[in-house]
């Protein structure tokens, strides 16, 4: 069984302030995804990493995979209010579309 | 292009009653999978379905099961229902073939069971 732990499960910061978030496993992933929840809604895809070390940025999101393709990592760079949400990584392996989730961040960015 | 959509959005059933939902992927999506998010569990896959077919099944009882239309739409059924069962239920849809598995996820279905 592929489990993903993610870490921390929760994080107050004030605007401004730099982050990280951190999706640990002892298992290999053909892929791993980013997702961002807002309450209420479902996941929103925000970024795919496939290759081992690829780094990836979409504004002052910053995400990484591990070389081994087993861990990864969210940066998120002067945070501000409107990041505020539940943050999920989840890893795909090779048979289908199954996706193991990790148990999520929840950012609280304070003006 | 529209995105996923899940009917209905809210649901409250009595133990021992059976539900279903259904789920719309974006056009040209064959792939739809089902996922249940509570507080304690997270989120759990339930099962996926391509071209009408399960191809992948997650841990989780017989009285989940689903099925897939050849318009690709999907429903789930849950049977004999559970005060366990109450959850958020995620359905995902993708493009088959898509390289890193991206996933869409529609809105969800609130489900209390009382």
Not at chain 1, 47 to 65: S, W
Not at chain 2, 42 to 54: D, I, P, R, V
Not at chain 2, 84 to 92: E, H, I, R, T
């Amino acid at each position: 069984t592929q489990l993903l732990e993610q870490s921390p499960q929760f994080l107050s910061i004030q605007e401004g302030e730099n982050l990280t978030v951190y999706c640990n496993s002892s298992s290999v992933f053909s892929s791993l995804q980013w997702y961002r929840q807002e309450p209420g809604e479902g996941p929103v895809l925000l970024v795919t990493v496939v290759t081992g070390g690829e780094v990836k940025k979409l504004k002052r999101l910053t995400f990484q995979f591990g070389d081994a393709r087993k861990d990864s990592s969210l940066h998120i760079t002067a945070a501000q209010p409107g990041d505020t949400g539940l943050y999920l990584c989840a890893g795909a392996g090779n048979a289908g579309n199954m996706l193991t989730f990790g148990g999520g961040t929840r950012l609280m960015v304070k003006p | 292009k529209a995105g996923v959509t899940q009917t209905p959005r809210y649901l409250i059933k009595t133990r021992g009653q059976q539900v279903t939902l259904s789920c719309s992927p974006i056009s040209g999506h064959r792939s739809v999978s089902w996922y249940q998010q509570t507080p304690g569990q997270g989120l759990q896959f339930l099962f996926e379905y391509f071209s009408e077919t399960q191809r992948n099944k997650g841990n989780f009882p017989g009285r989940f099961s689903g099925r897939q239309f050849s318009n690709s739409r999907s429903e789930m059924n849950v049977s004999t229902l559970e005060l366990g069962d109450s959850a958020l239920y995620l359905c995902a849809s993708s493009l088959a073939g898509t390289r890193g598995n991206e996933q869409y996820f529609g809105p969800g279905t609130r489900l209390t069971v009382t």
